[in-house]
């Protein structure tokens, strides 16, 4: 499979991308609630980073299955330039994301963050430097099409207006959208990936990762019920810069 550049390379480039979008993104302006708040402003503005990153790859995800078809059954074998561009730019984000965070001393409030971009990184490599397992890599990737959601959701409490229609209409879409590129994608990989349980393999070494990710997907998708749907429940004790992770 032709490739335009080397692996490292790609990966180069394509951190360097969202790092300009970084400053790109940093020159709008602030909503009224985030503005003078060093910290809010920082998350604010890695959160229209993260929602650029989701648009574009959660949309590519798709339109590379569509073109590929074969990639929803053959997640080991079956590849594209496409598929493989999108996995190498996928990386870069979550290079730029953990860098950004680490940079901006917020790894402690945000570890959560990080454990998902690390195992995230070391999921993809087989598929920059080895060639396999880029289909698996692209269904992966279709939670970002939930993450479109998700991030608005995030970035309205952000800015405190979770009392408007459109948080509202948003948290519903989000909660379907949860449901269909998130949850039942994982699913799928999961059955798929435990053909290799108990082999030594890239397999079951991907399949250890697969996991770990769906632990922390049950887990985030508890806490968003919770503060959608039974805020009552949610006490004050942790809504202390929720807006960072929550």
């Known amino acids: 499979m ?67 078809p074969e990639m929803l059954v053959e997640l080991e074998t079956a590849s594209s330039v496409s598929g493989y ?18 940079a901006s001393k917020q790894a402690q409030a945000s570890w959560e963050y990080l454990v998902h971009h690390v195992l995230a990184i070391a999921a993809f490599a087989s598929g920059i430097f080895k060639g396999t397992f880029v289909a698996g890599g692209v269904m992966t990737l279709f939670v970002e099409v939930s993450n479109i959601f998700l991030t608005m959701r995030m970035m309205m409490k952000l800015s405190n207006n979770q009392d408007c229609l459109f948080y509202w209409v948003n948290k519903y879409i989000n909660l379907v959208m949860y449901f269909l590129f998130r949850l039942a994608p994982q699913a799928y990989l999961t059955s798929f990936f435990l053909r290799y349980l108990g082999e030594r393999t890239e397999g079951a070494f991907l399949l250890s990762i697969l996991l770990m990710v769906d632990l922390m997907i049950l887990i985030y998708f508890s806490r968003l019920l919770r503060s959608d749907f039974c805020p009552e429940r949610v006490s004050l004790r942790h809504k202390k810069d929720k807006f960072l992770t929550e």
């Open 2 to 68: 032709p490739v335009p550049l080397p692996p490292a390379l790609l990966l180069l480039a394509t951190t360097l991308t969202f790092r300009a979008a970084l400053l790109l993104l940093s020159r709008l302006p602030l909503p009224a609630h985030v503005r003078g708040d060093p910290l809010r402003t920082w998350r604010w503005h890695n959160l229209l980073v993260s929602l650029a990153h989701s648009i574009v790859s959660g949309l590519w995800a798709l339109l590379c299955v569509w073109q590929t």
């Open 85 to 102: 561009l999108l996995v190498c730019l996928s990386t870069g984000y979550f290079i730029h994301d953990t860098v950004d965070i680490v």
